[in-house]
């Protein structure tokens, strides 16, 4: 079988486990769970033998004519480059581990066949995004996966969170889509083809007329779909979704496909300084923001949600002094940590019965109960705060690397006017970024495996495939860092090895913000010895999924808010002071865009309903009620009876008459 039919069989497979579990997934339910791991499992399969075929070497190419439009065609394409065959692997693999996963998480759940089929059809779309020659057919992945998102976030639809959480999700970006759309047309028209070869020509060439204009409407796609600033306040909202869709989704595909976009179309940006610039500001901004955001958040969801969205930040600001090998090996080193600790997180929920870190620290033994999830856990923080020698740490050091050069006027195809700029831009705010993750992620493995209190609840062993999933994504969170030799013969050749520089500054800062947070949570453990916080909605014989969604309904009531806890012994508390208020909230985005955004088009449908209402609709009750007066006349002159009618048309006569005598004598 030839490369190019492997690959197309790699998002193919997903597709039909998808159309076949919609159509017999509830009529044969005990081919439920091979239809949703197999064809997954044979697609990653099938992505690693692309992958080795393709192996670093010149990128494949292959089309047919989709469909003519008339003016510029439409094809369906095939582009097979480094960075796009080692991301098909990491979609395969982390989606095959989720969906073995959900086997057991999931494994009462009555909607489960139309949850493992969405699933399956995301998987799908964003293998077509990974895959595809063609900005056309990316559009439909694209819009395919937020779809899907929607569906998924929203599974847990019996609570208001989830059910607002979906639509949040999908009308934020559904927002940056707009322009999204725009600028794909307007790239379109400069270049004369949607195919990313084509495009990618013209624009080395010189030959686009609108290169900024086109750079920012991307943009603003990437930002909603990414979750960067300031439209990433949908994706600490949906994890009120089940744990495997925010490790899929979440982690390693969605959120990533705005990344792997702008290191497709990366020439299409560095022809426009300003464009770099802003890209540049965005990444620092969503970097030091969400880490600051990170560590006031209670939900141990919530606080990996915006980790998510600070290491986005780290790669588009990779992308933005125009190193997207780097890029890349950090958005396929996160989506496997990060894949980790959400999976992880399931089993914390499951085993404590809550979401809440304020009611974990007040338990005792829980590490001793989930020693799988400890351990492995570990690790992925450790590679979170990037700490050597594990994968994050190598894959952060590259997207600092590749800052320190260009703010030293060392970067390759990128304007000179941006690269200083971008460069300092990059480098200082991921090394402030490097201390507040080390320190929430210090925060969260605190609270959650050194608690002190009550014995934590026995619910006996997790399921193998829950522990399992966790051990073989263990490994490319422990040893993808030694990929940093052979990563830049897959991609563009730029090393990708640490600069002692900035690993001597990075992990001078990861190493300061862990200390300094294990000394506010030895300064503040003590009062953990208070009356715990909150309910703990522990049940023994319920299914994870039953603990997730008791956590996630009880987490308000409890505590007043899904985000925090007022909570005395958070050492997070303790250190962001009265910065804490509004880092707890993502400093109030949400109410800025009700005050600018929702309340004005809320009173815009107010002010058109009246219209409609009280003008439009009088207009036409006044038409109508005209007629019906008329009417109401004439019919009380239909008495039936012949003498007044005979008595009518005598006056009418009478009448007449005398009118053409006075006409006639011109009176």
Same mark, same amino acid.
């Given at each position: 079988m030839s490369t190019t039919t492997t690959a197309v069989l790699v998002p193919l497979l997903p597709f039909l486990s998808a159309l076949a579990g919609f159509l017999s997934g509830r009529r044969v339910p005990g081919l439920v769970r091979p239809l949703a791991v197999l064809p997954t499992l044979a697609a990653a399969v099938l992505a690693i033998v692309v992958a080795c075929r393709q192996g670093g070497g010149d990128a494949l190419d292959a089309a047919t004519r989709l469909t003519p439009t008339g003016s510029v065609p439409i094809d369906l394409a095939l582009h097979l480059d480094g960075f796009a065959v080692l991301v098909a692997v990491l979609v395969g693999v982390v989606a095959s581990c989720v969906q073995l996963y959900s086997t057991a998480y999931l494994r009462d759940d009555p909607r489960y066949p139309s949850y493992a089929a969405l699933v399956s059809l995301f998987t799908s779309a964003m293998l077509l995004v990974v895959y595809t020659g063609d900005l056309m057919v990316l559009l439909v992945g694209w819009e395919i996966m937020g779809i899907c998102s929607y569906f998924l976030v929203g599974h847990y639809w019996e609570t208001e969170a989830a059910r607002s959480a979906s639509l949040k999700a999908f009308l934020v970006t559904k927002l940056g889509d707009v322009p999204f759309l725009i600028g794909i047309f307007a790239l379109a028209a400069d270049a004369?083809?949607?195919? &990313?070869?084509?495009?990618?020509?013209?624009?080395?060439?010189?030959?686009?007329?609108?290169?900024?204009?086109?750079?920012?409407?991307?943009?603003? #796609?990437?930002?909603?779909?990414?979750?960067?600033?300031?439209?990433?306040?949908?994706?600490?909202?949906?994890?009120?979704?089940?744990?495997?869709?925010?490790?899929?989704?979440?982690?390693?595909?969605?959120?990533?496909?705005?990344?792997?976009?702008?290191?497709?179309?990366?020439?299409v940006f560095a022809?426009?300084?300003?464009?770099?610039?802003?890209?540049?500001?965005?990444?620092?901004?969503?970097?030091?923001?969400?880490?600051?955001?990170?560590?006031?958040?209670?939900?141990?969801?919530?606080?990996?949600?915006?980790?998510?969205?600070?290491?986005?930040?780290?790669?588009?600001?990779?992308?933005?002094?125009?190193?997207?090998?780097?890029?890349?090996?950090?958005?396929?080193?996160?989506?496997?940590?990060?894949?980790?600790?959400?999976?992880?997180?399931?089993?914390?929920?499951?085993?404590?019965?809550?979401?809440?870190?304020?009611?974990?620290?007040r338990m005792n033994g829980l590490a001793k109960r989930i020693p799988d999830a400890y351990w492995t856990m570990t690790v992925a923080l450790l590679a979170l705060a990037a700490i050597p020698p594990f994968s994050g740490f190598f894959s952060k050091e590259a997207?600092?690397?590749?800052?320190?050069?260009?703010?030293?006027?060392?970067?390759?195809?990128?304007?000179?006017?941006?690269?200083?700029?971008?460069?300092?831009?990059?480098?200082?705010?991921g090394l402030v970024t490097a201390v507040l993750t080390a320190g929430y992620a210090t925060r969260l493995w605190l609270l959650t495996f050194h608690g002190k209190g009550t014995e934590a609840p026995d619910?006996?062993?997790?399921?193998?495939?829950?522990?399992?999933?966790?051990?073989?994504?263990?490994?490319?969170?422990?040893?993808?860092?030694?990929?940093?030799?052979?990563?830049?013969?897959?991609?563009?050749?730029?090393?990708?090895?640490? #600069?002692?520089?900035?690993? &001597?500054?990075?992990?001078?800062?990861?190493?300061?913000?862990?200390? &300094?947070?294990?000394?506010?949570?030895?300064?503040t453990a003590a009062l953990t010895a208070r009356t715990p916080l909150g309910a703990v909605a522990a049940d023994p014989d319920a299914a994870p999924a039953v603990s997730e969604i008791e956590a996630i309904a009880s987490h308000?009531?409890?505590?007043?808010?899904?985000?925090?806890?007022?909570?005395?012994?958070?050492? #997070?508390?303790?250190?962001?002071?009265?910065?804490?208020?509004?880092?707890?909230?993502?400093?109030?985005l949400d109410a800025v865009y009700s005050t600018l955004l929702v309340r004005p088009t809320r009173a815009a449908a107010r002010l058109a309903r009246f219209l409609d209402r009280e003008v439009v609709d009088a207009y036409v009750r006044g038409a109508a009620t005209a007629p019906g007066l008329l009417g109401a006349a004439v019919r009380r002159a239909q008495t039936g009876n012949v003498q007044t009618y005979l008595g009518a048309l005598l006056a009418?006569?009478?009448?007449?008459?005398?009118?053409a005598v006075l006409v006639a004598t011109g009176a």
């Open positions: 004369g083809t949607f195919r &990313v070869n084509g495009i990618l020509s013209t624009a080395a060439a010189g030959g686009l007329q609108h290169p900024t204009l086109v750079a920012l409407l991307l943009l603003a #796609g990437v930002a909603g779909k990414s979750a960067q600033f300031p439209l990433h306040t949908w994706l600490p909202d949906a994890m009120a979704g089940p744990t495997p869709v925010s490790a899929l989704i979440h982690a390693a595909t969605m959120v990533a496909a705005g990344v792997y976009l702008i290191a497709r179309l990366l020439p022809a426009s300084a300003a464009a770099l610039i802003v890209l540049a500001v965005m990444a620092a901004v969503t970097m030091v923001g969400s880490a600051l955001a990170a560590l006031a958040q209670d939900d141990i969801k919530r606080v990996l949600a915006y980790s998510t969205v600070g290491q986005l930040g780290y790669m588009t600001g990779a992308l933005a002094v125009g190193d997207r090998g780097a890029a890349v090996f950090h958005l396929i080193s996160h989506g496997a940590f990060k894949a980790l600790l959400f999976l992880g997180a399931g089993v914390i929920i499951h085993a404590a019965g809550t979401n809440s870190l304020a009611a974990m620290a997207v600092l690397g590749a800052a320190e050069h260009a703010a030293t006027g060392a970067a390759h195809g990128i304007p000179a006017a941006a690269a200083g700029p971008a460069g300092w831009t990059v480098l200082i705010a619910h006996g062993r997790e399921p193998v495939a829950i522990n399992g999933v966790l051990w073989v994504l263990f490994l490319p969170t422990a040893a993808l860092g030694l990929a940093a030799w052979k990563l830049p013969d897959w991609f563009d050749g730029r090393s990708l090895t640490p #600069g002692l520089t900035t690993s &001597v500054l990075s992990t001078g800062c990861a190493l300061a913000g862990a200390l &300094v947070m294990y000394a506010a949570w030895r300064r308000e009531p409890a505590y007043g808010t899904i985000a925090a806890a007022p909570d005395p012994a958070d050492p #997070g508390r303790l250190l962001l002071g009265p910065l804490h208020r509004h880092a707890v909230t993502g400093f109030h009418g006569s009478v009448v007449l008459a005398v009118a």
